[in-house]
């Protein structure tokens, strides 16, 4: 425990939500953009994650196994390398994806249903694909908590700051590793660049367009096609490169990996809104924080002493029975920005920064 | 005789396995404005979508300003640097884009420098509200600025024909009648040839040089417009003007 | 125009059924091979029919709100979950308040523990409803599978009320369903069929022996899938079911004659959850061990292969899928299937090895990924070729009820159809289709 006047590890927490909220910003980008210019629930952007994480993962073995002169491992072991390798690869299999089934199921008219089907069908594929080249087993995730990417420690610069015996934050602890920075660092990055992809460039503002109506980008001189695959390669790309920093970051992955992240994501990219990117940011940061103040305050509750050995002794005292109570596991967590997410879309269908209406046209 | 901008010979198009457009002939000479009219559902969008190419052609021939277009789609015709605008009745500009990026995407397949500005430059002229809310995402605009927004950014690449789809279908009568005004204005003061697709038949025929009806996919009568106008047929049938006498 | 479409009506029959007999053959053979495999195969053999029975419950639930009515539910998941614990925990855990009643006791809290299970799903799934109906179809199914996730996570985290108490130490995650344990236990169920009537044809064949419970268990699941499956058939006759279909093709017609589309929504979704819960009792007492992490997204997946693969909106049709994928995914986790299949790429493999080595891959393709591979295969070349699936829908004869109209109501009726025909199939442009027309003219 710390002696200062703030009882939790707060710099830690909020660290470590700020980490979080990036990441989610980061692969959520692709999601978002999927959504908004091709109109459906792409429930294969999971396995697009996993994908990126096994792959940033594979050539740093590949690398490891073909550059065995490198002994200071800053080719090998260079994250940005790996983020951009998955960047690449999994661009390739958005566009892939497009090319063999979405472009065959536009050509049919299907309904947005089928398209979303057809994505499940897409993510068994490919999360079972990767079991068998991969192994089934979680994956110990060798070279990823190593910190030779970065030329200087950030970790001792900071902790030996906080450490210290402080009247205010007492004695936090804070585990922030280089990896985390990183992950910081790029993501603030991602978010500068897409922004201003969206806003400033003809491509991004073209990709708006045909977001809006296909048929008027076609008449405006706007080739569609060519504007869906690059939305594909961007829209996975990015999420390959969010999916390698997560990789690093973690001390074990497996297939399963992104099928976990499904829903956070998916809460984020709806509670900010379809198509917009800067209410995607605030309701990354909301769902964030909301698990982290969740995980903080449950498991303060079910420490002894807590809200749930309160409740059992309030009805011991009133009724004589022992253990009547509710578990407040921190493991709700997750659950809980899922209530806020349906409590948000009960009062503000369209997101908090949305213009598409989640309700049904005129019915 | 003027030279004809935009012509249709024998079309036939529709959507998959339905046939809608059987066999049109249609023709669009410099500096005139030409209206279709005609009952619901009997191919009107269809045909001027057929035109710039949303909907797929069967047979038949278009050629914009001599150079055949047939097949091709809208962004190949764009981009191929031919003069085209082209408003669409419902989704008619883009939402959330501002308007300011509603008029690039007029200028899409051009490069964004001098040119342009001294286009919108023109245009705010013609449109002076847009100017004051350049900044503010199309969506927020009421009807009529909506349309003027749309007739700007198709007005963007300086069209010589326009092929307007029921531009006052959404609009209270009064702006309707501003609006077809406006039309009226435009042909004069930039001097191309405007295509109009109208509901108000009466009023849209009282205001143009030619028109043509067309029911069930076939052109049923055309001609001056004051002649079909005097007819007592298509006064009737189509026009919807009751005899009083 | 009528010659072409009868010509293709004709060829779609033709080949769902070549297409269903590609399908059948190749995963009959390979249930036989792994049926012939086992040592004891009536075992094998129930349990496929038990899950096939499970899983066709389940389907027809969810078919009844995607195919019926368009609603896209991808928390099914969370209704059989709740079916399956509710259930499970009145009877196995708490047995209050019936059980220990001298003489009906257990079956007393059997049928009571099954009915709070119906009824709660029930009620979850109208709470559910109630906000959800109103939304677009994409937001329906996201806020479907949160709300199935929340329940998944309240029943995986509530140690108190929803996990069971262990004799010994902190109360376990798995939840065991003793339904199967204790009624198996009486006297005539415990017998085989050889002991008990002297029929000894599994035993004379070599298949194992079956016990009465076992026959009992399957005949009373067939009743209860032919009861769901008459009374889903009947709403599809019925002028509900005939509204629900309109409310899926086009809503905005249904609203504009007066229906309220948001009332049949919620009807509908809060009988599928009854249905779904009544699947997941189905499924506590097939599988008796189970825990919260069972109940994850994939199982809706499942349940939407099954159905689409066998046809939206009939019920024939989510039997079909359900039966074939299942007994495809049963067949495919027999050791000795899985011993034939299994195959290794890498470093040791003769020929590529070294290819594999300086990709430092080690790839096992195992039946296990494998089957899911073929499956989610399987799944999309049905959507991209053969959207309608094994049994395609039964189209409504609406001659039936034109024979009532006068023939001016008649010719308008036509024209407006023709209307509205023009406009939804202004978004159906093929390419082929044009070509075909071409040649044709």
Not at chain 2, 209 to 219: A, C, F, K, N, P
Not at chain 3, 15 to 41: C, E, M, W
Request: hydrophobic share 50%.
């Amino acid at each position: 425990m710390t002696s200062g006047i703030i009882p939790i590890d707060i710099i830690s927490h909020t660290s470590l939500t700020v980490i979080y909220a990036l990441t989610l910003i980061m692969l959520t980008i692709g999601l978002n953009m999927v959504y908004s210019v091709l109109k459906f629930s792409n429930f294969a952007h999971a396995e697009f994650i996993t994908f990126g994480m096994f792959i940033s993962w594979w050539v740093l073995q590949i690398l490891t196994f073909a550059i065995p002169w490198d002994s200071s491992s800053y080719l090998i072991n260079n994250l940005i390398g790996h983020a951009l390798f998955a960047f690449l690869m999994v661009g390739l299999l958005g566009i892939a994806s497009e090319i063999l089934v979405f472009s065959k199921l536009k050509k049919l008219s299907a309904s947005p249903r089928s398209f979303t089907v057809a994505s499940i069908g897409i993510g068994l594929i490919l999360r079972n694909f990767l079991a068998m080249i991969f192994g089934n087993f979680p994956k110990p995730n060798i070279g990823g908590t190593s910190i030779s990417a970065l030329p200087f420690d950030l970790e001792i610069g900071i902790k030996h700051y906080f450490t210290r015996n402080h009247p205010f934050f007492g004695n936090q602890g804070i585990f922030i590793t280089s990896y985390e920075v990183l992950v910081i660092i790029f993501g603030v990055i991602t978010v500068i660049l897409v922004d201003f992809l969206f806003r400033k460039t003809k491509l991004g503002i073209a990709m708006r367009a045909t977001s809006d109506s296909f048929e008027l980008a076609q008449v405006s001189g706007i080739n569609t096609r060519k504007i869906v695959f690059y939305t594909w390669f961007l829209a996975a790309g990015i999420t390959g490169f969010g999916a390698a920093l997560l990789r690093a970051n973690q001390p074990r992955f497996s297939t399963l990996d992104g099928f976990m992240l499904l829903l956070p994501i998916f809460a984020v990219v709806i509670l900010g809104g379809v198509g917009s990117f800067r209410g995607g940011i605030i309701s990354a940061f909301i769902i964030a924080g909301v698990r982290t103040v969740t995980n903080i305050i449950f498991t303060q509750f079910q420490s002894p002493g807590g809200l749930e050995y309160m409740i059992e002794d309030f009805f011991y005292d009133i009724f004589g029975i022992k253990g009547l109570t509710i578990s407040f596991s921190p493991g709700y967590a997750d659950g809980v920005g899922f209530v806020v997410l349906i409590v948000v879309l009960l009062y503000r269908p369209q997101g908090i920064a949305g213009t598409v209406e989640a309700i049904r046209e005129r019915v | 005789m003027s030279r004809t901008v935009l012509r249709g010979e024998k079309i036939y198009s529709g959507y998959g396995k339905l046939q809608v457009i059987n066999g049109v002939d249609i023709h669009i000479d410099e500096g005139e404005l030409v209206t279709i009219i005609g009952p619901n559902g009997s191919g009107k969008s269809t045909l001027i979508r057929t035109m710039i190419g949303l909907v797929s052609l069967f047979r038949g021939h278009v050629y914009i300003r001599n150079k055949e277009v047939s097949g091709m789609k809208p962004h190949e015709i764009i981009e191929a640097g031919i003069p085209l605008g082209y408003v669409p009745q419902l989704e008619n500009v883009f939402p959330s884009l501002t308007i300011e990026e509603n008029l690039k995407m007029g200028f899409f397949v051009k490069k964004w420098d001098d040119h342009y500005l001294q286009r919108t430059e023109d245009l705010f002229k013609l449109f002076p509200i847009l100017k004051e809310r350049i900044k503010q995402k199309a969506n927020l605009l009421s009807g009529g600025e909506r349309q003027m927004l749309a007739l700007a950014r198709a007005l963007m690449p300086s069209p010589e024909v326009l092929i307007l789809d029921e531009p006052t279908a959404a609009l209270a009568p009064n702006l309707a009648e501003d609006m077809l005004q406006l039309i009226v204005s435009l042909k004069k003061e930039l001097k191309i040839s405007i295509l109009l697709v109208e509901q108000r038949a009466k009023r849209s025929m009282e205001l143009s040089d030619r028109g043509y009806v067309l029911v069930t996919g076939e052109i049923a009568a055309e001609g001056p417009a004051k002649e079909l106008l005097a007819e007592d047929k298509i006064r009737k049938l189509y026009l919807g003007v009751r005899d009083q006498k | 125009m009528a010659r072409i479409i009868r010509k293709t009506r004709i060829n779609d029959k033709f080949r769902s059924f070549i297409v269903g007999v590609a399908l059948a053959v190749p995963i009959l053979y390979l249930y036989a091979y792994a049926f012939l495999a086992q040592t004891n195969k009536s075992i094998f053999l129930i349990g496929t029919i038990l899950a096939i029975l499970v899983f066709f419950v389940g389907a027809l639930s969810l078919d009844l709100e995607v195919g019926s009515v368009g609603l896209p539910n991808f928390g099914k998941v969370g209704f059989f979950a709740l079916g399956a614990y509710i259930s499970t925990l009145l009877y196995s855990v708490y047995r209050w308040p019936f059980y220990y009643i001298p003489g009906i006791g257990p079956i007393a809290q059997f049928i009571f523990s099954c009915l709070v299970a119906i009824i709660f799903s029930a009620l979850v799934g109208y709470l559910v409803s109630v906000p959800t109906v109103k939304l677009r179809a994409d937001y329906f199914a996201i806020m479907t599978i949160a709300g199935g996730e929340i329940i998944r996570l309240l029943l995986q985290y509530e140690r108190r009320w929803f996990w069971a108490p262990a004799p010994v130490g902190p109360p376990t995650q798995v939840i065991s369903n003793r339904v199967k344990v204790e009624f198996t236990g009486l006297y005539p169920f415990n017998q085989t069929l050889a002991d008990f009537f002297g029929f000894t044809f599994f035993e004379d064949h070599n298949l194992g022996s079956i016990f009465i419970w076992q026959v009992v268990l399957i005949v009373i699941f067939v009743l209860i899938s032919i009861l769901v499956y008459w009374f889903v058939e009947q709403i599809r006759k019925s002028p509900y079911g005939r509204t629900l279909r309109a409310i899926r093709e086009d809503d905005i017609t249904v609203t504009s004659v007066g229906k309220d589309v948001s009332r049949f929504r919620w009807q509908v979704t809060t009988l599928a959850a009854c249905i779904a819960g009544l699947a997941g009792i189905m499924y506590a007492m097939t599988f008796s061990a189970f825990e919260a992490g069972d109940f994850r997204p994939f199982l809706t997946f499942d349940l939407y292969i099954f159905i689409i693969i066998g046809g939206l909106g009939n019920s024939r049709g989510a039997f079909a899928g359900t039966a074939l994928v299942q007994m495809f995914l049963r067949a495919a986790q027999v050791q000795e299937v899985k011993e034939n299949i299994f195959l290794y790429l890498g470093k040791e493999s003769p020929l590529i090895g070294p290819l594999f080595d300086f990709l430092q891959l080690d790839v096992y393709i195992n039946p296990d990924n494998m089957r899911l591979v073929i499956l989610g295969i399987i799944l999309i070349l049905f959507l991209l070729f053969m959207p309608s699936g094994l049994i395609p829908e039964p189209k409504t004869d609406n001659e039936k009820y034109l024979q009532y109209l006068t023939p001016e109501e008649r010719l308008s009726s036509d024209k407006a159809v023709a209307t509205r025909q023009s406009l939804t199939e202004r978004e159906r442009i093929d390419e082929e289709d044009v070509t075909e027309l071409n040649s044709n003219i």
